[in-house]
């Protein structure tokens, strides 16, 4: 019976010191650090962004329009001047809008499905639309092509919009009203 006693008290101690060993190395004897992975991840994602960006500049080469890059990435050019006053962060807007992808396909249109509205910080839109719209006033009428990381990123929409696909986007402000207007 002491026997049996002794096993019983020994059976956890055993499994205790069972489920403290480490994993086994891996097959090759090589760990990776963290720093390793991060730098090999960064490696990755320049590779990406550096293809991405090249379909972009070809794009704009192709069109000969004269854009200009924000420190984001987005791309974009007013073509047409309106005389509104200019976006800000909280304002409603109303846009009409056109978006494609770098191959020419058409995706949506406010032809489609009506102009669109949104409050501009409230994230609900793309945030290189959000950032575009900060550079434009009432009337004004542009263009924005927005690399993957400020559109839809590695899932796409699920819909029309590709993975790590660049938008082009030709947009028209047509209205700006102030959050506390719109009831």
């Known amino acids: 019976m002491k026997k049996i006693k002794t096993y019983y008290t020994l059976l956890p101690l055993i499994a205790l010191l069972a489920s403290c060993q480490s994993d086994p190395p891996p097959a090759n004897g090589r760990v990776l650090s963290q720093d390793s992975i991060n730098e090999r991840m960064i490696t990755a994602n320049k590779i990406l962004t550096s293809s991405e960006t090249d379909k972009i500049n070809n794009y704009i080469s192709r069109y000969q329009w004269k854009m200009k890059e924000t420190g984001t990435g987005l791309w974009y ?107």
């Open 77 to 183: 050019m007013i073509y047409k001047e309106g005389k509104g006053k200019k976006a800000e962060f909280g304002d409603i807007v109303k846009i009409n809008y056109k978006t494609s992808l770098l191959n020419g396909v058409n995706i949506y249109s406010s032809d489609e499905s009506g102009a669109k509205e949104f409050e501009v910080g409230k994230a609900q839109v793309e945030s290189g639309m959000e950032e575009g719209i900060l550079l434009l006033k009432v009337g004004d009428k542009a263009k924005f092509i927005i690399p993957s990381h400020l559109g839809f990123g590695l899932m796409g929409d699920e819909n029309k919009i590709p993975s790590k696909a660049a938008l082009v986007y030709d947009i028209e402000l047509i209205s700006i009203e102030k959050q506390n207007q719109k009831k």
